[in-house]
Every structure is written in C-alpha cells, then in structure tokens.
C-alpha cells in the first residue's frame, strides 16, 4: 500500500483528448445511426443538436447513451421511458448493462438502443479512414509513464480503444486502461484511491465536462485538452504541467485557472 501512496498517477481519456477521433465518431456514426434506428424525421435539425450536445457544448463527452436519451427527448420520440429509467438508475452505462435489462425487460426501445450501440461499435470497427492522436499527445504520454503510472479513464468501447491506441504505437506507455465495461470514470478514479493511490497524486486529463467531474467528484486535479486547441495543451502538459505536478509546484489557484479556461473554450461560438 505505501508503493500506491508513493506514486503518482496520471489518467487520460481517449476520444477527443489523446486521439482526434470525436468528431468524427458523432458525425459519421453516433448521430446518423441514432437518426436511422429511431426513423427521426426532421434529420437535419436533429444532426446539428447531435453535434452541439457531443461535441461544441459543456454535454461534450457525456455518455453515449445518456446522449442518445438527451437527443430522444430533444426531438420528441414517443414511447422511450424504458431507456429513460434504464439511465437513470444503472450502475453501469454499458452494453453489457442494456443487454442484461433486456433480458429482463425486452422492451422495444431498449432493443433499439442495444441495436444503435451494437451498430455504431460495428461501423467505427470497419473505418478505413485515418484515426490519429492529437499532434503532441505521443510525447506527452511518454513523458507522462516517465513521470508515474499512466492509465487510460474512457467511457468509450474498450475493443476499439485499444485499437485505435495499438495503432498509433500508444499501448507500450499505458499501466492499465479502464474502458466502458469497467464503470463510470468517477467510479474508476475512487477504485484506484480506494486501492491506495493518493488523490492528491492524480491527475484526470480530458477533453469534457465529464473528465472535470469525474476528478471533482474524488477531490484529484484536472488538467484539460482544450478542443481546438489540443496540439497546444499537450505541449504545455508535457513542458510544464506535469514536472510541476510531481513536483507539489501547481497551486489551487492554478487549478482553478485551468478549469476556468476549460469551460471559457466550450462556450466560444462555433
């Protein structure tokens, strides 16, 4: 237990923050998918809040069925409350989860949803396209696995994660990865306290209002990716950030600056 205490931790969430593919998922999978398996009529206008609420807005990041529930209501779809309850009251947000509610109650909506997720990780699977990390995320993570342990805090699909971050030659600096079939990210940052890690020790980085939550909710820093700017803030994470972290060099002022331009970057107009 006094190894744990003694090292420091840095977790790092993947889409939108170490890998440019957001944007991306949502556009060509998440949203169109959603719009075709619910037969949404007014597809345009559902497309763009899709957008707003994933991706340019302080929801960036939420879950994708939370999402998907938030854009349900938004476009009026009748005969959702099995979704609706499901969401609100799982411990867990994953497909495992839905399927496990099916099983007891094989309600049509949650069918669908089960349907649109299945499918969404399918086509994300067969992308041909190119999927890359964020210029300056690679030297950043090498620094950071220098500096202490390096894990991966994501709500995304575990297999495509690792993917994605085999691809890019990511996965040698990685300690452990968390994905969505291991829980909230609040939920893993406690584990790992729980375990022994000293909150004052980690660091969540992220790109979404989630990765702040999740480090508010166990009183750990937060140091955020700013969308737009994540070339930027990965250089500045690697240069300063991080050997200012270990060692005790950042105030809680600093903090709050770096959330405070967090959510001054999500409001801009885009």
Known sequence: MTLLK???????DS???AMDTMTY?????????????????????????????????RTRGVNRFVALLMLLEFANVDNIDNLKSWV??????????????????????????????????????????????FEGAKEGLIHLHELGKLFIVSSANKE??????????????????YCQDRGKKEDVIAMLIAEGYDPCKIMMIGDSPGD?????????KFYPILVGKEKESWLTLKSEVADKFINDQLTEQDFENYATTFWDNLDKER
């Not at 007891?104 to 396209?129: C, F, H, M």
């Not at 702040?212 to 750990?220: C, D, P």
Request: hydrophobic share 40%.
């Open 88 to 133: 609100e009251t799982t411990s867990s947000l994953s497909n495992a989860s839905l399927e496990a509610e099916i099983a007891k109650n094989p309600a049509t909506d949650l069918k669908k949803a089960l349907v649109w997720s299945n499918e969404v990780n399918r086509q994300i699977k067969s992308y041909d396209g190119d999927v890359l990390a």
């Open 25 to 57: 998922k949502h556009q060509l999978f998440f949203g169109p998918i959603a719009a075709d398996e619910f037969e949404i009529s007014d597809r345009e206008t559902f497309l763009k809040e899709w957008d707003k609420v994933n991706l340019f807005s």
């Open 15 to 17: 889409d939108g923050c």
């Open 160 to 177: 495509a994660v690792v993917e994605e971050w085999e691809d890019q030659e990511l996965m040698p600096y990685i300690d452990d990865l």
């Open 212 to 220: 702040l939550h999740a480090a508010e909710m166990n009183n750990v």
């Open 6 to 12: 003694s090292d420091y931790v840095f977790c790092v």
